[in-house]
């Protein structure tokens, strides 16, 4: 799908890269770009509107559903993540927290906006995954998890949605240079290049993009002999 003229809603839009999307989306000529947020703030940018938004709560879904019922494009970008390992005493609960969102929060947003994107003429829906979806380490187990299932689901997202013409496009990405990774001394991309790489890809038509050369390399690795995924994340 075309972004120009597109009417699109992106979660967790405030900060990070769901911003630097508003931004690259406006930029590219999009026609109206709702920011979801919990705290709705003005942006400051013409063309945005600020929208209250929580995805783990459904009351903010099913609300943002009706009040933004001319959306073309769902950009699910909104997710948390927290550092720990499975046999920390509170994992459970950390996983429970990140599954809430990064994962419960995109099937509510997609049942939501699913037929109003069909409404609307088929469109488009994006959900920012993670290089994560297929390696991970002792710190990054539960945050992975919540990634390997979120790709999981895009993948049937997109069988469930193709007969209405909608398109699911998967990003994959590692670190980040944004608020989220910051004192994680690991190698980061700018979000800029991502968020250009990604709507460069939605107007391709294509299924999933990597948004750096290590996701690049990492996809090419799961089919080796040694698979990618055998061996924790390391610096």
């Known amino acids: 799908m075309k972004v120009k ?8 839009a405030n900060r990070g890269f769901g911003l630097q999307l508003v931004h690259e989306l406006i930029a590219r000529g999009a ?13 400051g940018i013409e063309g945005v509107v600020p929208v209250k938004l929580d995805v783990t ?3 903010d879904v099913a609300a943002a559903a009706a009040l933004c019922s001319d959306t073309t494009l769902l950009v699910n970008n909104a997710g948390i993540a927290q550092f720990g390992g499975y046999l920390d005493a509170n994992s459970i609960d950390i996983a429970r927290d990140m599954f809430e969102t990064n994962y419960y929060g995109v099937i509510r947003m997609s ?5 109003v994107l069909k409404a609307n003429g088929g469109g488009g829906i994006v959900n920012v995954l993670s290089v994560a979806s297929w390696i991970s380490s002792p710190l990054l187990g539960p945050y992975a998890a919540t990634k390997s299932a979120v790709w999981s689901f895009t993948n049937t997202l997109r069988q469930h949605l193709s007969e209405q013409g909608t398109q699911v496009l998967g990003l994959h990405v590692g670190f980040m240079d944004t608020d989220m990774t910051h004192g ?4 980061k991309t700018d979000p800029r290049v991502v968020a250009a790489k990604t709507l460069d890809a939605l107007e ?13 390399k990492v996809k090419l690795g799961l089919s080796a ?4 995924y055998l061996a924790p994340v390391v610096r």
């Open 5 to 12: 003229d597109a009417i699109v809603l992106v979660t967790g």
């Open 31 to 43: 026609k109206k770009v709702y920011a979801g947020m919990r705290t709705p703030v003005d942006l």
């Open 57 to 59: 709560n459904a009351d």
């Open 111 to 115: 049942q939501a906006f699913a037929p």
């Open 184 to 187: 994680i001394e690991f190698p």
């Open 204 to 216: 391709a038509g294509k299924a999933e993009v990597f948004g750096d050369e290590l996701t690049e």
């Open 225 to 228: 002999e040694q698979a990618v």
